[in-house]
């Protein structure tokens, strides 16, 4: 493990079982939506407040249904305009005479979807859907939902009072999110295969647009393949080699004849596997509904029996870091412990 990195400097320690992993039916308009995840070192606490919030998200959902003026400003696509501060929430901060926030949770759903939109990941609670929320602070910067800001967010405060440590996703820029770190138990043969497997996928090129190993489709044994192709080639591997795949071998040489690095990567990507793609202003995008399971960043290491993840990134976490939990968990690997970080804590500018 010379070489890897945990983004956390350490092993991570947060047990993961399998029985509390939940994926959340996914939406396309969920990733323009944030999340606030509470990690919790009492499950007991984190129990309570599951139920405890469960409630009042069916209440503020039952509040706006009745007051059509707040949910038209709930429902307001300009993210300048604030979240009304919903009576459920401020009430329960009252009793407990805590700190009343500007402005409201801002959660998009129904009141009969708020027992599903506590979701649980081991010893954290995340809820998502939430509508962004910016106030300028006196120093002209945007507020995010982070405990260091005088202003906070009320799932902040409510999740800290359970003894939460808060983390969110979703920034107006993108630049702030949630970083994994991921290790589990699993047998030699195992943890070879998914270290190269996973190797294979985070070292190809990005406008590949490749499935990563735990996508619904799978990948076939010629875009395993391709990928060993392309990353060997890519790497200054020898360009005549009896088991590289033919048309990714010459699509590698005619690189250079291509219009753009989204026109050649459409076209290569198709033999590595590729998510669904749309056309946007004469580029390639993945499509919405493919973005939440894909990933950004990862370190990998196999040693010991112990499958090591660093530096995982995501998309939208509450959608990738399950989905990459339960490939594992199929392959057979067991005794999961993670660690979720802000990014902006870890980055080094």
Not at 50 to 57: D, N, R, S
Not at 140 to 146: A, L, M, P, R, V
Not at 252 to 264: D, E, V
Not at 273 to 287: C, M, S, T
Request: aromatic share 10%.
């Amino acid at each position: 493990m010379d070489n890897f990195m945990f983004a956390l400097e350490r092993p991570p320690t947060l047990p993961l079982e399998i029985e509390s992993l939940f994926i959340p039916e996914y939406r396309p308009e969920d990733r323009f939506s944030m999340t606030v995840v509470g990690t919790f070192a009492d499950l007991g606490k984190l129990m309570d407040a599951a139920q405890e919030l469960q409630g009042i998200l069916a209440r503020c959902a039952a509040w706006y249904e009745s007051e059509p003026l707040a949910k038209a400003q709930l429902l307001d696509a300009d993210i300048d305009a604030d979240i009304p501060l919903e009576p459920p929430i401020a009430d329960w901060l009252t009793a407990r005479n805590l700190a009343i926030p500007p402005v409201g949770i801002g959660w998009l759903g129904k009141e009969a979807e708020a027992k599903d939109a506590v979701v649980r990941i081991g010893s954290s609670l995340c809820v998502h859907r939430l509508k962004p929320c910016y106030k300028k602070l006196s120093n002209g910067k945007e507020f995010y939902y982070d405990a260091k800001y005088d202003v906070h967010h009320p799932l902040v405060v409510f999740f800290e009072e359970f003894g939460g440590e808060v983390l969110g996703e979703g920034d107006c820029n993108g630049h702030d999110g949630i970083v994994a770190d991921l290790t589990c138990s699993c047998s030699d043969l195992v943890g070879n295969h998914l270290e190269r497997e996973l190797w294979q996928y985070n070292c190809l090129d990005y406008n590949l647009y490749a499935l990563p190993p735990w996508h619904p489709k799978g990948i076939s044994l010629d875009q395993v393949r391709a990928r060993e192709t392309f990353n060997r080639l890519s790497n200054g591997g020898d360009a005549e080699h009896p088991d590289d795949h033919p048309e990714v071998a010459k699509k590698l040489k005619q690189r250079s004849s291509f219009t753009s690095a989204s026109a050649w990567g459409i076209d290569i990507g198709f033999h590595v596997g590729q998510l669904q793609v749309v056309k946007q202003d004469e580029n390639w995008r993945i499509a919405p509904e493919e973005i939440p399971i894909s990933t950004n960043t990862m370190d990998i290491c196999f040693e010991d029996q112990t499958l090591s993840l660093g530096w995982i990134t995501f998309d939208t976490f509450i959608y990738g870091f399950p989905s990459i939990v339960n490939y594992l968990a199929k392959h057979g690997c067991t005794n999961f412990r993670y660690e979720l970080v802000d990014f902006g804590q870890v980055r080094e500018d």
